[in-house]
T-cell receptor, first 113, second 114 residues
């Protein structure tokens, strides 16, 4: 079955620690996205990648970093510079950036210890 | 600036009743529009989308939505709600053939009473 997988489902971060959220897709999609979701808010775009080895900042990129070394994978690192990281993180992909039907993974909930 | 408004934060309906969730948008270009549904702790599932053509769009799970350009609206409807429809619903808008990003509304939480 084609789809998007995110791991882990829950992640705990200690103060000053960097953590990495995994996102993998086997849909052969060129574009991938990371969103942050907080209660009562819509989805806010953190980073997106239109193609391998390329990515752009979204609306709330500060404190986050990404890489896109493979078409299937788009990991997100939440750095110690992100002072309020507790949120639900959603990864999505689309065939390409101009045909924006985005398909979402199941999400990762990040909690701070 | 582009924006999406979902005026109803929380809606409660009885099972079997009809449902309409409102979505209004502000967008300079020709929009394309989506409705997604999210169950608690899960990702978003696409219900339906409008790119062009017939303004009444059919989706999965018996949902439909109507694009009304004059009202800048894309309301989601279902004639008879089931208890399993309880979830959060998000409207999103983007621009076809444009590098603008998809913009999501803040969501409407639907509660269904038996």
């Amino acid at each position: 079955d084609g789809g998007i997988t995110q791991s882990p489902k829950y992640l705990f971060r200690k103060e000053g620690q960097n953590v990495t959220l995994s996102c993998e897709q086997n849909l052969n999609h060129d574009a991938m996205y990371w969103y942050r979701q907080d209660p009562g808010q819509g989805l806010r775009l953190i980073y997106y990648s239109q193609i391998v080895n390329d990515f752009q900042k979204g609306d709330i990129a500060e404190g986050y970093s990404v890489s896109r070394e493979k078409k299937e994978s788009f990991p997100l690192t939440v750095t110690s510079a992100q002072k309020n990281p507790t949120a639900f993180y959603l990864c999505a992909s689309s065939i390409d950036f101009r045909r924006e039907t985005q398909y979402f993974g199941p999400g990762t909930r990040l909690l701070v210890l | 600036a582009q924006s999406v408004t979902q005026p109803d934060i929380h809606i409660t309906v009885s099972e079997g009743a009809s449902l309409e969730l409102r979505c209004n948008y502000s967008y300079g270009a020709t929009p394309y529009l989506f409705w997604y549904v999210q169950s608690p702790g899960q990702g978003l599932q696409l219900l339906l989308k409008y790119f062009s053509g017939d303004t009444l769009v059919q989706g999965i799970k018996g949902f439909e939505a109507e694009f009304k350009r004059s009202q800048s609206s894309f309301n989601l409807r279902k004639p008879s709600v089931h208890w399993s429809d309880a979830a959060e619903y998000f409207c999103a808008v983007g621009a076809l053939y444009n590098t603008d990003k998809l913009i999501f509304g803040t969501g409407t939480r639907l509660q269904v009473f038996p």
